[in-house]
C-alpha cells in the first residue's frame, strides 16, 4: 500500500507556479529521489506534504488518510514525518541532547530521563555519542546535519523528508551524512530525498523523479530515469549535471 | 608543542620590534593629550571669574554631609521601586509582545488591543500617565484604593512597558522563520515553539537593548515625587530649599551615577557575550 500518495498538487507563490498537477506515490520502505534544477518545485513539495506550505489544490495522502483536509490537525501529522533542511535549522540555544529531546518530551510526553536515554543511544549509533553536551556552534557542518537526522528520526517518524541535506555541506563532510541515509534505507525507512547527489541518487534510490517546472516530467528507476532518460529536458538537465562534474 | 619551538624569522622580529615601538609612542600620545586636556578644563572652570561662588552653593562638604542621609532614605525609595518597576513592565512587555504576535482571527482584538496599548503609552508623556494615575484615579473615590506609590509604580510599569514590548517583538520578529519550520515540523504546537523556541532566541538577543531601558527607568522612578513620595532627588530639592544653596542636587546626582554603574556594567557585559555568541566564538 502507498504510504504517500499526492495527487494533482497546486501551488501558487505570488502569481508564480511552484507545482502544477504534481502526482507521486511513494510506497512504505521505498526511497524516492526528486531531482531537479533549482526552482523546480523540490523544497516545496516537501514543504507542503509536511504542511508547512498550504496547498492551492490537490490533495495529500499520508497512510490512507487525507492529510490536506482543512480539518486534520498539522500538529498530528507532522509527528509522522520528519523532515531534515539544507541549513540543519538546530536550534542554536539547545545542546545537541535538548534538541533531540524536545520533541520527545514535550510532543510525546515522554519522561526526561527516557527521551534522553533513547537521544544518547541514537547519538551513538551514528558516532556522535560525545557531543551530547555540546552546542550546535561546536559542531562541524556534517556533524550538525548529522544531529538534525537524529533529532527528526527521535519521533519514530513513519516517513523522512530530506530537502537537500548535504548542499550546505563542505564536499569533505557530505559522505558522512550520505552514509547515515544508506544506514536508514538499509533499516527500511521510507524517505523521500531532494538532491543534487545524482551518483547517490542512482545508489541509494528505488526511484527518481525529474521535477521541472513543478511537473514530473520523468520517473522511474534510477538507471532509467539517469541513465537512459527518455523526456528531452530530463536529457538537458543531466547534461548540464554532467558539465558541472556532479555525475 | 612546535608554536613554543618556534624560532621567529628575522623578518618577524623586525615587524615585533616595529609594532612594540608604535605602541609606545601612543601611549605617550594618549597620555599626553588626556593630561593637556584635563589641565585646559581645570583652568578654565577655576579660572573662572565665578568660580569660587559656584564652588561654595555646589560644592560645599559640610551641606553635603548634612544632607548625605535624607537623600539616601529618598534613594532607598527608588532602588525599591525600580525593581518593582522593573520586573512589572519586563513582564508586561513580554505578554503584550507575544500578544501581538498571535495569528488568526480569533486573536484579532486581542491584538488589537495590544497594538493600541504600545501606541498610547509609548505617545503619552510620563508626567500626564503620573497624573492620570496618582490625582485621577484616586479622585474616583473608589474602595480598597492602592496608595499613591503603587499608583506611581503602576504608571511606571504601563509606560515602559509599552518601550519593552516593541523591544521584545524585535527580538521575536529577528528568529528566523527556518527555526519555527524546524520546530512544527518535528510536531511542536504554536505555543511550544514560542515557549521552547522563539522566545529563549528573542530575549537573549534583546537583552542588552532591554537593560539600556532599565537604566533609563532606574532615572524615572524619581518622577513619583509629583504625585507626594520623597525620592532621592525629591529630598535633595527640600534640602536644598532649607539652606540655599545646591549641594544636596549634587550628592543625589553622585549617587544615582554610583547607582547605575553596576546595572551599566552588565549591560555591558552582556552586550558582549551576545556579540561573542552571534560571532560563533
Redesign the interface.
Same mark, same amino acid.
Given at each position: 500500500m502507498a504510504l504517500l500518495r499526492c495527487r494533482g498538487l497546486r501551488k501558487e507563490f505570488g502569481g508564480h507556479v511552484v507545482l502544477d498537477h504534481l502526482d507521486l506515490t511513494v510506497a512504505e520502505h521505498q526511497v524516492v529521489a526528486v531531482i531537479g534544477a533549482s526552482g523546480s518545485g523540490k523544497s516545496t513539495l516537501l514543504r507542503c506534504v509536511n504542511l508547512l506550505d498550504e496547498l492551492d489544490d490537490g490533495t495529500i495522502e499520508l497512510d490512507g488518510e487525507d492529510i490536506s483536509d482543512p480539518r486534520v490537525d498539522p500538529d498530528r501529522v507532522r509527528r509522522r514525518i520528519g523532515m531534515v533542511f539544507q541549513a540543519y535549522n538546530l536550534f542554536p540555544h539547545l545542546s545537541v541532547l535538548d534538541n533531540i529531546t524536545l520533541a520527545p518530551r514535550h510532543v510525546h510526553r515522554r519522561v526526561r530521563a527516557e527521551a534522553e536515554a533513547q537521544a544518547r543511544e541514537l547519538l551513538d549509533r551514528v558516532g556522535l555519542g560525545a557531543k551530547a553536551d555540546a552546542y550546535p556552534d561546536r559542531l562541524s557542518g556534517g556533524q550538525q546535519q548529522r544531529v538534525a537526522i537524529v533529532r527528526a528520526l527521535a519521533n519514530s517518524p513513519r516517513l523522512m523528508l530530506l530537502d537537500e541535506v548535504t548542499s550546505a555541506l563542505d564536499p569533505e563532510l557530505v559522505g558522512e551524512v550520505l552514509a547515515m541515509i544508506r544506514d536508514l534505507k538499509a533499516d527500511g525507512m521510507t524517505m523521500v530525498l531532494a538532491t543534487h547527489e545524482m551518483g547517490f541518487a542512482r545508489e541509494v534510490a528505488d526511484e527518481v523523479c525529474f521535477l521541472d517546472a513543478g511537473r514530473v516530467v520523468e520517473s522511474g528507476p534510477p538507471e532509467q530515469v539517469l541513465g537512459e532518460p527518455t523526456q528531452p529536458r530530463t536529457r538537458q538537465f543531466l547534461r548540464r549535471i554532467i558539465e558541472a562534474g556532479r555525475l | 608543542m612546535t608554536l613554543l619551538d618556534h624560532a621567529p624569522s628575522k623578518a618577524q622580529l623586525r615587524r615585533s620590534a616595529y609594532r612594540r615601538r608604535q605602541t609606545v609612542y601612543s601611549v605617550l600620545v594618549a597620555a599626553s593629550s588626556t593630561a593637556a586636556l584635563g589641565t585646559l578644563l581645570v583652568i578654565a572652570v577655576t579660572g573662572a571669574p565665578g568660580w569660587d561662588r559656584v564652588r561654595r552653593s555646589f560644592l560645599d562638604p559640610e551641606i553635603a554631609r548634612d544632607a548625605l542621609p535624607t537623600v539616601l532614605s529618598g534613594l532607598w525609595l527608588n532602588v525599591r521601586l525600580l525593581v518593582c518597576c522593573a520586573v512589572g513592565a519586563l513582564l508586561l512587555g513580554l505578554v503584550i509582545a507575544v500578544l501581538r504576535t498571535l495569528r488568526g482571527p480569533v486573536f484579532f482584538p486581542v491584538r488589537a488591543l495590544a497594538a493600541g496599548y504600545t501606541y498610547t503609552f509609548r505617545g503619552l508623556p510620563l508626567i500626564i500617565v503620573l497624573y492620570l494615575l496618582t490625582l485621577g484615579v484616586p479622585g474616583l473615590r473608589l474602595q480598597g484604593m492602592p496608595p499613591v506609590l503603587v499608583l506611581g509604580g503602576i504608571a511606571l510599569i504601563l509606560t515602559y512597558g509599552g518601550y519593552l514590548a516593541e523591544v521584545f517583538r524585535a527580538g521575536i520578529e529577528s528568529v528566523h522563520s527556518? #527555526?519555527l +519550520?524546524? +520546530? @512544527?515540523?518535528?510536531?511542536?504546537?504554536y505555543r #511550544?515553539t514560542m515557549r521552547?523556541?522563539v522566545l529563549? #532566541?528573542a530575549v @537573549?538577543r534583546v537583552a542588552p537593548p532591554l537593560l539600556n531601558d532599565v537604566v533609563a527607568l532606574q532615572k524615572d522612578v524619581g518622577l513619583v515625587s509629583l504625585a507626594g513620595p520623597i525620592d532621592a532627588v525629591r529630598a535633595a530639592q527640600i534640602a536644598t530649599a532649607q539652606t540655599f544653596n545646591y549641594t544636596p542636587y549634587v550628592v543625589a546626582g553622585v549617587l544615582f551615577v554610583l547607582l547605575a554603574i553596576p546595572l551599566i556594567a552588565v549591560t555591558d557585559w552582556v552586550t558582549l557575550r551576545a556579540a561573542r555568541r552571534q560571532s =560563533? =566564538?
Open positions: - | 527556518s #527555526q +519550520a524546524a +520546530a @512544527r515540523s518535528l510536531g511542536l504546537t #511550544q521552547h523556541v529563549p #532566541q @537573549r =560563533g =566564538g
